[in-house]
């Protein structure tokens, strides 16, 4: 098992454990067990974020690792992908099939990597901020590029995807409203896109907001209040919000993302500092485990967690 020492490390623990402290008193309303299918990433030393792949295919990051973990959400089985260079950290990501591009956000580094889906092979990598300029934290795939959010400034990164998967330059969305508010340890966090309005989680003040994306106007929306809210999934007009009270939180969103009602909160007694998840094989919701409630973390292993949604 390799052991990798990054920059800031107990810091990013320290920023996450914050919020999920604050809200740890937290009660859901109602709540559901599943039935639970543990995937183990293998040799992984930390865990954060997953994309779906093409059936029941995903992938997993190594947050201080960076390396990439692809599993079998039907055999329950996951085997190191992807070899990082030593200096990445692996946070959100998200897959684009059409295209077979895996995007992952780079956390402190600044940075996004793109890899290809087959291969693993790096095809770009992407400095969107400074390096410890906050932190590069989650993607979503949107009609017609990526979306990177950076929890330490309210800003949105903008990858564009062009004909047969050519990428464009990284232009970036300067938000405004109540989402902009930076005066947490951790803001925004978990992102989707919802038609071309992009929707995300801001942890510290625990609401999520959609992003106007040609102003970076945020409006809140209601009913969907969270505590300490981290990755997002969404499907048709249901939103899953994972949160690191050891829940997620399924939502329906009206039509117009003005507002949402709460249809099922999902707990899990193998749920330990859950962080994102996603949607495989449009039935099952595996969850990462990402054991980040001691500093630092000393789990001897980190896994995936499938559960019904």
Do not use: C
Request: hydrophobic share 45%; glycine share 12%; net charge neutral.
């Amino acid at each position: 098992m390799r052991m990798r020492v990054k920059p800031r490390r107990s810091l990013f623990l320290r920023l996450l454990l914050v919020p999920a402290l604050a809200v740890a008193a937290w009660a859901p309303a109602a709540a559901a067990v599943a039935q639970d299918n543990v995937i183990v990433l293998p040799g992984a030393t930390s865990a954060e974020g997953i994309a779906a792949g093409p059936g029941g295919t995903f992938y997993a990051g190594d947050l201080f690792g960076g390396d990439i973990f692809r599993g079998d959400a039907r055999r329950g089985t996951a085997e190191r992908f992807i070899d990082a260079p030593d200096g990445r950290m692996a946070v959100g990501m998200v897959a684009d099939h059409r295209h077979g591009l895996l995007f992952v956000a780079g956390g402190f580094t600044g940075q996004a990597y793109v890899y290809d889906l087959r291969s693993g092979v790096e095809v770009a990598t992407y400095q969107l901020a400074a390096p410890d300029a906050g932190l590069i934290n989650d993607a979503a795939l949107g009609r017609d590029g990526v979306w990177f959010t950076n929890s330490g400034r309210a800003e949105l990164y903008f990858v564009p995807i062009g004909h047969k998967g050519r990428l464009g330059p990284a232009r970036t969305l300067t938000v405004t409203g109540p989402a902009a508010d930076t005066s947490g340890e951790v803001n925004l966090n978990g992102i989707q896109v919802a038609g071309r309005t992009p929707i995300v989680a801001h942890t510290g003040l625990g609401r999520l907001y959609t992003v106007d994306p040609a102003t970076g106007a945020s409006t809140p929306i209601a009913g969907v209040d969270v505590p300490s809210p981290d990755g997002l999934v969404l499907s048709g007009d249901r939103l899953w919000v994972v949160n690191s009270t050891s829940q997620v939180s399924r939502f329906r969103l009206s039509h117009d993302l003005s507002g949402g009602v709460l249809e099922k909160t999902i707990t899990s007694p193998l749920f330990d500092f859950p962080t994102t998840a996603a949607l495989i094989d449009r039935h099952r919701l595996a969850v990462v485990n990402g054991h980040l409630g001691t500093i630092p973390p000393t789990s001897p292993t980190y896994e995936v967690i499938v559960v019904e949604p």
